[in-house]
């Protein structure tokens, strides 16, 4: 659940499957963390949210302490106003395999017209048939497949619709269309084969991600190829930030790596350069051009190695 990954060391507590209602309180002073259903987790250190900016938001408190100084009004306000990427329009599909090619491949990328590039609206869609890698994800004879066009499916176009309304079902069909033009190229009687068949909007997203607008995530540029990521520190003490809306960025790699930098910050540089020491000492930390230069390849102590990679006229070796 976004807004909330409580795991703690030395034992605790873990909840999974809770909507966090507010972040109520001052984190720094232990204040309180309020479950939906009404429960109160305190902190002794801080809070860090993985919840994106805009939601994070919403969690503060109107009438907090936090949100009457004038400092951290600024902050909100600045960080309300982060550009979104769009959303999604998803087709789950389970289907009947008879038939289909021995060499099927599980993944896809169509691009319907090279016109549009792409960004275009309802033109470039990534498709998966993940159980071609695990019959056991379908039944046996049959497939899953999934379908989307990632971030290029605008809020405004959903916004206010009634997710029980005729107007919202024929929608979705005309919003599907294109995503069954993609599915085409890659099984031309993909139709006549299916036997369940989902599809998910903007307003799935924003429903069950609890995300703003459903988004992929922030657009992140304040000109273009500058990607503008926010840090994990906050003017509001012991309130911490990661997920997509933080440096590294988008995606599932990139939103755990903001984590591992959120949990560092609660940690003493001491013990950053002490643990840096020891990697060194057992061989699984190596930085430095010689390294690469080297002829062969180091050896790798058990548990694998960091790597730093050095530019052209770096230093021999960097003092970590």
Known sequence: ??????????????????????????????????????????????????????????????????????????????????????????????IDAAGLPEDLDCHHS???????????????????????????????????????????????????????????????????????????????????????????????HERFTRRHQGTYGPSGGKVEGDLDFLGSSTPISGLKLCGDSCFPGIGVPAAAASGVIAAHTFVPLGQHLALLDELKQGGKLHAGRGWWAAPGDPPIAPGGRISMRCEEGSPEAYSL
Request: charged share 20%; glycine share 14%.
């Open 110 to 204: 169509v691009l319907l017209d090279w016109g549009l590039g792409i960004t275009g609206r309802e033109n470039m869609y990534i498709v998966s048939i993940p159980s071609l890698f695990d019959a056991q994800l379908a039944p046996e004879g049959k497939h899953v497949v999934h379908v989307y066009a990632a971030a290029s499916e605008p809020y405004g176009a959903w916004e206010g619709m009634d997710r029980k309304s005729k107007a919202y079902a024929d929608a979705k069909k005309r919003a599907a269309e294109p995503l069954w033009a993609a599915l085409e190229t890659i099984v031309p009687d993909i139709r006549s084969r299916v036997e369940v068949d989902l599809c998910g909007t903007p307003l799935t």
């Open 1 to 94: 659940e976004p807004g909330l990954a409580s795991g703690f060391l030395g034992g605790g507590a873990r909840a999974v499957g809770v909507r966090l209602g507010s972040a109520a309180g001052e984190p720094g002073a232990g204040g309180p963390g309020g479950l939906g259903g009404g429960a109160v987790v305190r902190c002794r250190e801080g809070v860090i949210s993985n919840a994106p900016i805009w939601d994070t938001l919403k969690l503060l408190p109107e009438g907090g302490a936090s949100r009457n100084n004038p400092k951290v009004a600024a902050w909100a306000a600045a960080r309300a106003a982060t550009p979104a990427t769009g959303s999604f329009v998803h087709l789950h599909l389970g």
